[in-house]
């Protein structure tokens, strides 16, 4: 009798924390693959915006399984994840970004990385942006602020 209420207790503990989900993709974003849409803070005629389509074109290359862009008023921040077994090719994988994303659209600045508190910090502003948490003008200082961090650890 004793062993059943046991395992009845063991099993609705596990249970229970099985279904704990976190509320924001922000916080599982270095260890899960998020997907998120990319953030327009630039306003762009209709069919003008790239941000889908550079989105699309990143995940087109089989080492990157993640990727957040942040389309801003000058730049396109573009911020990417590796696949664990290709991070030694790193600086031939960026140099492929690079490269599609100034052939394919060679009108566009775009800041591209691979680091993780960059993807981190993208994540946040969209999660905030979806909130309506953050106005337009204060995203616009995120994205700056990105940008610099970005440019510091350059």
């Known amino acids: 009798m004793k062993i059943g209420i046991v395992i009845l207790c063991v099993s609705l503990l596990a249970a229970g924390g099985c279904s704990s989900k976190p509320k924001h993709d922000s916080q599982l974003a270095l260890i899960k693959t998020t997907n998120p849409e990319p953030i327009e803070l630039k306003v762009r005629p209709d069919n003008k915006s790239i941000g889908a389509r550079v989105k699309h074109e990143i995940d087109s290359i089989p080492e990157v399984y993640d990727a957040a862009v942040i389309e801003g008023k000058d730049e396109i ?15 031939k994988i960026e140099k492929k970004i690079n490269s599609r994303l ?19 910090e993208a994540i946040r502003l ?5 909130a309506d948490t953050i106005s337009k ?6 994205f700056e602020e990105i940008k610099e961090l970005q440019m510091e650890q350059t």
């Open 77 to 91: 921040i573009v911020a990417y994840k590796v696949k664990h077994s290709k991070r030694f090719r790193m600086k």
């Open 102 to 120: 100034e052939k394919e659209y060679p009108d566009e600045n775009f800041i591209v990385s691979s680091d993780y508190k960059i993807f981190l």
């Open 126 to 130: 969209k999660e905030e942006m979806e």
């Open 137 to 142: 003008k204060d995203a616009s200082k995120r």
